[in-house]
């Protein structure tokens, strides 16, 4: 509106509300501006996510009883996470600590599945996906096509992507529970309900679908080496695995420890694929734990187990980027 | 990607830095202001667009809402009632133009089904979930009995002790299966929080035609009404099963679900003489008074024997006078629907279901194009092990139905509170609960309706009213109290691992008593 009329007339003569604020804006700091520019994301977030954080936090600070929420008790909550005593809140026969270390208590406890969960799927993730991204690197005839191809298993909604895999291991109807429980890799029977099979069902599944996002995110770091540095090394005689050693692994470091950051996040956050594929009482996530107490109106529980999984998910991070320094970010 | 960054930080930054103090902050300007004026504008007129509309212009554009709008002055108010699917599915439209023809609902007055989920779990969740963020609808919720108390002691569901008219209740207090109704209600101070709306008992349903192939004669041998041995019924299902070309001997429910632990877990427990908590005046607490009695040698039995059912598994003789192999390992992650289909179609001899399986199985299969069996449809009582004289817990053993059925339960919130008692006085109708039991097998709650003639005459369920009368007669309720919701998925869990051989039943009863006794002690 205002370069409509900005015509001929010289700037500084202008006078008028909208210039007023134009000139005040141009005669700020860019640090001032930038927090300026900021602020409607501030206020955006402050109301649709600080809010409900803090009152989640609140609410994990009264007493849980079976009824509902009882009277404040400070950090007590925790204590009982901690101590086992809040463990009557969680679905079945889950706790969050395990309670023994062999087998059976590992998989029946929330916090050693998640990690477990997150550490073997984001693991192979990266392998696969890393292979994924430097077949696509190279060129041949329809790359393109490949690289849409591969990216459909990401665009596959959790709901979908969950029943695929409940048809395929669904021991009377699933064509894949039999090959592989005479692998011994699977339960052959009640197979969804065992700890050990469905944990595996429900890995296999997240590294199907994602291992896509990592190829992707590892191809674009690909991209960005120099060649020149390729053809270097080729005069200097270097051979292709000195090559990927020494100039394609450290330089796609960092996008690796990005893409491993943000895929440890999403896994430590994992939900949807265990409840449509198994259960969260076979299977317990920390976010199933999470979901499912607050179902059963255990909001103090509910409350207590998120604050303490974005705290774990945060040292989580926090120990990943120490590994790999500020460059990561 | 942070190498990318880094270069193009550096090549570009003094470019960068130079168009963005001049050009780009005005530019910004210019464009949020054009934009907000051209908001505030289009604020305005549909503001004063709206307005003129009221009296003149606005008819066509408004029609729908206007509509709507008047209807709702009118007195046309539609209500939202929480529903099984399967209940939808098999008589949705037929169960509206009951309420208004047998129970006589105004017709200004419309119902809306608003399906929930088949697994009673996942529906105890999602009304959870709506009446803790004070939601104004499903207006009314249909509340499996076995939960209903949680929401009582919430205090999640409207009091209909203070808001229904005096006749309705006192009909209920009267009229109604007392042990059903009590359900239904705030235990300590009896006011009312639910309409029963049908009790529910299961029986063992089988294929008459393949039992009478067999050589078995259900009519002279009483099947109806006499109950069968565990024992003996395991050597007719073998039997009738070689004889036939069938996939399964019997069909049930195991998963690990609520249904495992209220209903078909706690039958074989009761039918062998055992009890969560002691005998059955401990079904409803006192919480953490009460003793805990799954690790005693008939529940053991009770485990060991749908494992020797499921694997055919010896247990050192124990049960060397059963059949085995009678039953699926499917059964582990069966609940009521999948395990229904299978002896729906044919492939099965015996299925242990609810009477709303009666109702859909009984179906002449040439009037409905879902698998039905029409009259060779047979059902008799669930067998027993011990006869109740030699139960080890007071109440127990012999014939055991558990006691499910829903009741409904009304939304405090909802903006339609006013003709509830409309849509209630319709519901207690007896004609609408005939054409209840009629479409989908649900039950008359009044004894008097249950026990006569007329619901006998309603096919296809009036056919096996002897078997249901026995059932209803050995009904063992769930032991809800607060806690049970967390004790079941627990109990579920742990009876869904015996029979999958996982563990052994007095493994899995021992650790499954110290984890009650934690949630006892609250």
């Given at each position: 509106?205002?370069?409509?009329t900005a015509?001929?007339?010289?700037?500084?003569?202008?006078?008028?509300?909208?210039?007023?604020?134009?000139?005040?804006?141009?005669?700020?700091?860019?640090?001032?501006?930038?927090?300026?520019?900021?602020?409607?994301?501030?206020?955006?977030?402050?109301?649709?996510?600080?809010?409900?954080?803090?009152?989640?936090?609140?609410?994990?600070?009264?007493?849980?009883?079976?009824t509902?929420?009882?009277?404040?008790?400070?950090?007590?909550?925790?204590?009982?996470?901690?101590?086992?005593?809040?463990?009557?809140?969680?679905?079945?026969?889950?706790?969050?600590?395990?309670?023994?270390?062999?087998?059976?208590?590992?998989?029946?406890?929330?916090l050693?599945?998640?990690?477990?969960?997150?550490?073997?799927?984001?693991?192979?993730?990266?392998?696969?996906?890393?292979?994924q991204?430097?077949?696509?690197?190279?060129?041949?005839y329809?790359?393109?096509?490949?690289?849409?191809?591969?990216?459909?298993?990401?665009?596959?909604?959790?709901?979908?992507?969950?029943?695929?895999?409940?048809?395929?291991?669904?021991p009377?109807?699933?064509?894949?529970?039999?090959?592989?429980?005479?692998?011994?890799?699977?339960?052959?029977?009640?197979?969804?309900?065992?700890p050990?099979?469905?944990?595996?069902?429900?890995?296999v599944?997240?590294?199907?679908?994602?291992s896509?996002?990592?190829?992707?995110?590892?191809?674009?770091?690909?991209?960005?080496?120099?060649?020149?540095?390729?053809?270097?090394?080729?005069?200097?005689?270097?051979?292709?695995?000195q090559?990927?050693?020494?100039?394609?692994?450290?330089?796609?470091?960092?996008?690796?420890?990005?893409?491993v950051?943000?895929?440890?996040v999403a896994?430590?956050?994992?939900?949807?694929?265990?409840?449509?594929?198994?259960?969260?009482?076979?299977?317990?996530?920390?976010?199933?734990?999470v979901?499912?107490?607050?179902?059963?109106?255990?909001?103090?529980?509910?409350?207590?187990?998120a604050?303490?999984?974005?705290?774990i998910?945060g040292?989580?991070?926090?120990?990943?980027?120490?590994?790999?320094g500020?460059?990561?970010? | 990607?942070?190498?990318?960054?880094?270069?193009?930080?550096?090549?570009?930054?003094s470019d960068?830095?130079g168009?963005?103090?001049?050009?780009?902050?005005?530019?910004?300007?210019a464009a949020?202001?054009?934009?907000?004026?051209?908001?505030?504008l289009?604020?305005?007129?549909?503001?004063?667009?709206?307005?003129?509309?009221?009296s003149?212009?606005?008819?066509?554009?408004?029609?729908?809402?206007?509509?709507?709008?008047?209807?709702g002055?009118?007195?046309?108010?539609?209500?939202?009632?929480?529903?099984?699917?399967?209940?939808?599915?098999?008589?949705?439209e037929e169960m509206?133009?009951?309420?208004?023809?047998?129970?006589?609902?105004?017709?200004?007055i419309?119902?809306e089904?608003?399906?929930?989920?088949?697994?009673?779990?996942?529906v105890?969740?999602?009304?959870n979930?709506i009446?803790?963020?004070?939601q104004?609808?499903?207006?009314?919720?249909q509340m499996?009995?076995?939960?209903?108390?949680?929401?009582?002691?919430?205090?999640?569901?409207?009091?209909?002790?203070?808001?229904?008219?005096?006749?309705?209740l006192?009909?209920?207090?009267?009229?109604?299966f007392?042990?059903?109704?009590?359900?239904?209600r705030?235990?300590?101070?009896?006011?009312?929080?639910?309409?029963?709306?049908?009790?529910?008992f299961?029986?063992?349903?089988?294929?008459?035609?393949?039992?009478?192939?067999?050589?078995?004669?259900?009519?002279s041998?009483?099947?109806?009404?006499?109950p069968?041995?565990?024992?003996?019924?395991?050597?007719v299902?073998?039997?009738?099963?070689?004889?036939?070309?069938?996939?399964?001997g019997?069909?049930?429910?195991?998963?690990?679900?609520?249904?495992?632990?209220?209903?078909?877990?706690?039958?074989?427990?009761?039918?062998?003489?055992?009890?969560?908590?002691?005998?059955?005046e401990?079904?409803?607490?006192?919480?953490?008074?009460?003793?805990?009695?799954?690790?005693?040698?008939?529940?053991?039995?009770?485990?060991?024997?749908?494992?020797?059912?499921?694997?055919?598994?010896?247990?050192?003789?124990?049960?060397?006078d059963?059949?085995?192999?009678?039953?699926?390992?499917d059964?582990l992650?069966?609940?009521?629907e999948?395990?229904?289909?299978?002896?729906a179609e044919?492939?099965a001899?015996?299925h242990?279901?609810?009477p709303?399986?009666?109702?859909?199985?009984?179906?002449?299969p040439?009037?409905?194009?879902?698998?039905?069996?029409?009259?060779?449809?047979?059902?008799?009582?669930?067998?027993?092990?011990?006869?109740?004289?030699?139960?080890?817990?007071?109440?127990?053993?012999?014939t055991?139905?558990?006691?499910?059925?829903?009741?409904?339960?009304f939304?405090?919130?909802?903006?339609?509170?006013?003709?509830?008692?409309e849509?209630?006085?319709?519901?207690?109708?007896?004609?609408?609960?005939?054409e209840?039991?009629?479409?989908?097998?649900?039950?008359?709650?009044?004894?008097?309706?249950?026990?006569s003639?007329?619901?006998?005459?309603?096919?296809p369920v009036?056919r096996?009213?002897?078997?249901?009368?026995?059932?209803?007669?050995?009904?063992?309720?769930?032991?809800?109290?607060?806690?049970?919701?967390?004790?079941?998925?627990?109990?579920?869990?742990?009876?869904?691992?015996?029979?999958?051989?996982?563990?052994?039943?007095?493994?899995?009863?021992?650790s499954?008593?110290?984890?009650?006794?934690?949630t006892?002690?609250?």
């Amino acid at each position: 509106m205002s370069t409509e009329t900005a015509g001929g007339e010289r700037e500084s003569r202008r006078s008028g509300p909208l210039v007023r604020v134009t000139r005040w804006m141009e005669n700020l700091s860019d640090t001032t501006y930038a927090y300026l520019l900021l602020l409607p994301v501030f206020v955006l977030l402050g109301s649709i996510a600080i809010y409900p954080l803090l009152r989640t936090f609140e609410m994990s600070l009264f007493a849980q009883t079976f009824t509902g929420l009882g009277e404040f008790v400070g950090p007590g909550n925790y204590v009982d996470l901690f101590t086992g005593n809040m463990d009557r809140y969680l679905p079945g026969q889950p706790t969050f600590l395990p309670q023994s270390f062999g087998i059976q208590g590992l998989v029946t406890s929330a916090l050693t599945m998640t990690l477990l969960f997150a550490f073997v799927s984001v693991f192979f993730e990266t392998i696969i996906g890393m292979g994924q991204a430097l077949i696509l690197d190279q060129d041949f005839y329809g790359r393109r096509w490949i690289r849409a191809a591969i990216i459909i298993p990401w665009a596959v909604p959790v709901v979908i992507q969950g029943m695929m895999f409940y048809l395929m291991f669904q021991p009377s109807i699933g064509f894949l529970t039999p090959p592989l429980a005479d692998l011994g890799l699977l339960a052959p029977t009640n197979t969804l309900n065992d700890p050990a099979s469905a944990t595996f069902v429900i890995i296999v599944a997240d590294i199907w679908k994602t291992s896509a996002f990592m190829a992707l995110l590892i191809l674009a770091g690909l991209q960005s080496i120099d060649r020149g540095l390729y053809d270097v090394a080729k005069v200097a005689g270097a051979s292709k695995w000195q090559q990927f050693k020494h100039i394609t692994f450290p330089l796609i470091l960092p996008t690796i420890a990005v893409a491993v950051l943000f895929r440890s996040v999403a896994a430590m956050r994992v939900y949807g694929i265990i409840d449509i594929v198994s259960s969260c009482t076979v299977v317990p996530s920390l976010s199933c734990m999470v979901v499912e107490s607050f179902f059963s109106g255990f909001n103090a529980a509910a409350g207590t187990i998120a604050f303490t999984t974005a705290a774990i998910i945060g040292l989580v991070v926090m120990s990943l980027i120490l590994w790999q320094g500020e460059e990561a970010i | 990607m942070a190498a990318t960054q880094r270069k193009t930080m550096s090549n570009n930054h003094s470019d960068d830095d130079g168009q963005r103090s001049s050009v780009s902050r005005r530019r910004f300007v210019a464009a949020s202001g054009a934009s907000g004026v051209a908001a505030t504008l289009a604020g305005c007129a549909d503001l004063v667009g709206g307005g003129d509309g009221g009296s003149d212009s606005g008819d066509g554009g408004d029609g729908t809402g206007t509509t709507t709008g008047d209807g709702g002055s009118d007195g046309a108010t539609t209500i939202q009632w929480g529903i099984g699917p399967t209940a939808v599915q098999t008589a949705g439209e037929e169960m509206k133009t009951a309420l208004h023809e047998a129970g006589g609902l105004r017709d200004d007055i419309e119902i809306e089904w608003v399906p929930s989920a088949s697994d009673t779990g996942e529906v105890r969740s999602n009304y959870n979930r709506i009446l803790n963020a004070d939601q104004s609808d499903p207006d009314i919720f249909q509340m499996d009995n076995g939960w209903v108390n949680i929401f009582i002691q919430r205090g999640l569901i409207q009091n209909l002790s203070e808001t229904l008219p005096e006749d309705l209740l006192s009909d209920i207090n009267e009229n109604y299966f007392s042990g059903f109704t009590d359900t239904a209600r705030e235990p300590s101070s009896g006011d009312l929080y639910g309409v029963p709306l049908f009790p529910d008992f299961p029986t063992m349903q089988y294929r008459k035609d393949l039992v009478e192939q067999a050589g078995y004669d259900p009519e002279s041998e009483n099947w109806a009404t006499e109950p069968m041995t565990w024992e003996e019924w395991s050597h007719v299902v073998a039997d009738v099963k070689d004889n036939a070309d069938v996939e399964y001997g019997f069909t049930t429910q195991w998963d690990i679900y609520e249904g495992t632990a209220c209903c078909t877990f706690n039958e074989v427990m009761s039918s062998w003489g055992g009890a969560y908590f002691g005998g059955r005046e401990n079904l409803f607490g006192p919480v953490g008074e009460r003793p805990i009695t799954v690790d005693e040698p008939e529940v053991h039995n009770a485990l060991n024997m749908m494992r020797k059912f499921v694997h055919d598994e010896g247990f050192d003789g124990t049960f060397a006078d059963y059949a085995g192999n009678i039953a699926p390992t499917d059964i582990l992650g069966w609940i009521e629907e999948p395990s229904r289909s299978p002896f729906a179609e044919g492939d099965a001899v015996f299925h242990r279901n609810w009477p709303y399986s009666l109702a859909l199985t009984g179906r002449n299969p040439e009037e409905t194009e879902d698998p039905a069996l029409g009259e060779d449809l047979g059902a008799m009582p669930i067998p027993y092990a011990v006869p109740e004289s030699e139960a080890a817990q007071p109440g127990t053993g012999g014939t055991t139905s558990a006691l499910g059925g829903w009741h409904l339960t009304f939304n405090p919130n909802s903006d339609n509170l006013d003709v509830i008692d409309e849509v209630v006085s319709a519901v207690m109708e007896p004609d609408f609960a005939l054409e209840l039991f009629r479409l989908q097998g649900w039950l008359p709650p009044r004894p008097e309706l249950f026990n006569s003639d007329e619901a006998r005459d309603v096919a296809p369920v009036g056919r096996y009213m002897e078997t249901l009368q026995v059932a209803g007669e050995n009904a063992m309720a769930r032991p809800v109290t607060p806690v049970w919701s967390q004790q079941s998925s627990d109990i579920a869990q742990s009876a869904n691992r015996v029979v999958g051989q996982e563990t052994s039943a007095e493994d899995a009863m021992a650790s499954l008593t110290s984890s009650l006794e934690a949630t006892e002690q609250n």
